[in-house]
């Protein structure tokens, strides 16, 4: 175990910054989000709108068209496209990240679906939720991630589990939180984000920060499909996957802390962490 640090204020000041005057859409980061299934659209719908209300400059779903009506009622400002239909992988190289799993569900064909977007797509790929329980159950035999760069894997601690599972590495319970997501890093070359309390963002040995924000209130459905729409807008803007991860945890934590003042941690849900992330924005950009 190397080094630990922190990721405060400070830090995602120089990661998020004002925009040029002349940018346009085309320069703001053009999101793919492949997410969400018939009964798990809402997971899409968090995760689309997260990308959009963290500065992306388009967003396309790539979902179940039985599921169209749902993204485009729900995010109008998202695009859709047809998951199943595979002309919708000859326009995946023009995205400049793609944010895979939540809700996607668990299938050897969503497996493949998974293998084939990271064969064509050299950029970063933020895969959660059912995207990795995917590459942990169908994918062991073949190494997993194969060492490719630019991937960003963000397990909550069952997750974590799956992939330590995969890599035959023991739990987290017994390696601690730490040591589990620098292993997980090591062995497949990914920067990994470990959910929960004290949130766990390294890049490997040497190279690991715990977050300072957020709250207990965000132990609620969809939180984390929030994240993963956060930290895919944050990359497709260009910033490098560690230091997307990092400010994407910062940020979603304080939009989480934001929603907590406003409606307590009781109460909060998924969708409040979402709306505050505009003022949180605005509140480290000062615009
Ligand atoms: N509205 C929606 O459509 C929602 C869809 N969701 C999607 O539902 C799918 C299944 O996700 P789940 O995480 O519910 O189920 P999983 O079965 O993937 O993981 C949950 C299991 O992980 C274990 N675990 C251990 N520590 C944990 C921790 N700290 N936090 C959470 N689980 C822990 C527990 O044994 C638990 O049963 C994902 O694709 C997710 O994106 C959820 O995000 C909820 C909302
Ligand atoms: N007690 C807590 N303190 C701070 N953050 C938390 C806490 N519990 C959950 N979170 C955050 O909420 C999110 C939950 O994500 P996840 O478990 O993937 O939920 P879901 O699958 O329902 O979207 C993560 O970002 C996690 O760090």
Request: hydrophobic fraction near 40%.
């Amino acid at each position: 175990m190397g080094e630990t640090g922190l990721t405060t204020l400070s830090y995602v000041n120089t990661v998020i910054r004002e925009r040029p005057r002349q940018i346009h859409k085309g320069q703001c980061g053009r999101v793919l989000i492949v997410a969400g299934s018939v009964g798990m659209a809402g997971a899409c719908v968090l995760s689309t709108g997260a990308a959009l209300r963290s500065g992306a400059g388009l967003v396309k779903a790539a979902v179940p068209e039985e599921i169209f009506p749902i993204l485009q009622i729900a995010v109008p400002q998202a695009t859709c496209t047809n998951v199943s239909d595979r002309e919708f992988l000859r326009s995946v190289s023009v995205h400049d990240a793609i944010g895979i799993g939540p809700g996607m569900g668990v299938s050897e064909k969503k497996y493949q679906l998974i293998e084939e977007i990271l064969s064509i797509f050299d950029g970063p790929v933020v895969i959660d939720a059912d995207g990795i329980t995917n590459l942990c159950r169908f994918g062991k035999k073949t190494g997993i991630l194969k060492k490719k760069d630019n991937i960003i894997l963000t397990p909550h601690p069952g997750e974590c589990d799956r992939l330590l599972d995969a890599l035959d590495l023991e739990p987290v319970s017994v390696m601690g939180r730490v040591e589990a997501a620098e292993a997980v890093s090591d062995r497949t070359g990914a920067v990994v984000l470990l959910k929960g309390a004290d949130t766990v963002v390294t890049s490997g040995s040497g190279s690991t920060y715990i977050n300072t924000t957020g709250n207990p209130g965000m132990a609620t459905g969809g939180s984390g499909d929030v994240l993963t729409g956060v930290i895919t807008a944050f990359a497709a803007s260009g910033t490098a996957p560690l230091d997307a991860a990092r400010a994407g945890a910062f940020v979603h934590g304080m939009a989480g802390d934001l929603a907590a003042g406003i409606m307590g941690q009781w109460g909060m849900t998924a969708t409040d962490i979402r709306d505050q992330l505009p003022a949180t924005l605005r509140g480290i950009v000062g615009k």
